[in-house]
């Protein structure tokens, strides 16, 4: 998710710093002109696109194996791509729980053992404050919940999948020094909001450019996540700009953390 908001905000600062960055992302075109910007704006000319489309867990696996053969190292894994629209993709998911938290959640399996072996090393998991109303159920994982606000609902339950892969993951990597953190980047005003209701359009998107951060603001607390000495005690946990905060009551249900690993294993077929 490195094209534009705060994945490409993100990636031109971690460039900046002289590392290595490849742009997972769907869009060619996107993709390829982001990276080009980045490497002419900082120097760096090892800033690479690959195509990945997490609406397609064929294309997650296509890429993880490219990525295996091409790349050596890998330090660190931002899954920051996200969609609030509705819908089904062609692995017969909703559209919010694969490309937010399933396809993250198999990218991250896929790429573990190579983060294993260029430990230390670090996952980070843009998360949502949205994950305050999920309301994930074990037992239909990966449907679009029912009812008027389906799609909200099904948004806050990917994010609050976020929150909990994070957690879960940390105590799994216990003792690996691969260290997980979901992070909160703030109310962004970023292309997310394309996706939105045509009836909410008229009030969000002057609210979003009036009051919400810019890209690179809401860069921050995933660089500070990505970057910061001395985090590795509090693997797991959940970030905001203000440093680690308790999530909701449900984002801290390690049963629920448990079930929900378990499930995506079983979706995925792993």
């Known amino acids: ?68 053969r091409q790349e050596p190292q890998l330090h660190l894994l931002i899954n920051n791509a996200g969609v609030s629209a509705g819908g089904t993709t062609e692995d017969g998911f909703s559209l919010p729980f694969q490309v937010n938290h399933l396809g993250h959640f198999l990218l991250t399996q896929l790429l ?48 609050l999948a976020n929150v909990l892969h994070a957690r879960e993951l940390a105590t799994r990597e216990q003792g690996t020094q691969v260290t997980c953190y979901a992070v909160h980047p703030g109310f962004v005003n970023t292309s997310l909001f394309r996706h939105a209701p045509l009836w909410l359009k008229p009030l969000l998107l ?11 603001e809401g860069a921050r607390a995933v660089l500070a996540c990505a970057t910061q000495d001395g985090l590795e005690p509090l693997s797991g946990r959940y970030f905001t700009d203000c440093g680690p905060r308790l999530p909701w009551p449900a984002g801290r249900d390690d049963r629920l953390a448990r079930a929900l690993w378990e499930g995506s294993e079983r979706l995925l077929g792993l």
């Open 1 to 68: 998710g490195g094209s534009s908001g705060i994945g490409a905000a993100t990636a031109l600062e971690l460039a900046r710093c002289g590392a290595r960055v490849i742009l997972a992302t769907r869009s060619a075109r996107r993709g390829e002109a982001a990276a080009s910007r980045i490497r002419r704006e900082t120097g760096n000319n090892e800033v690479l696109f690959m195509h990945l489309d997490l609406a397609s867990l064929r294309s997650v696996r296509a890429f993880a194996s490219a990525f295996l």
């Open 206 to 216: 002057p609210l979003a450019w009036l009051l919400f951060l810019d890209a690179s």
């Open 112 to 159: 573990l053992e190579r983060l294993r072996s260029c430990a230390p090393s670090r996952v980070v998991i843009v998360a949502s404050s949205a994950h305050c109303a999920g309301r994930l159920r074990p037992d239909c994982l990966g449907r679009p919940p029912s009812g008027l606000f389906s799609t909200f609902q099904d948004y806050c339950d990917s994010k």
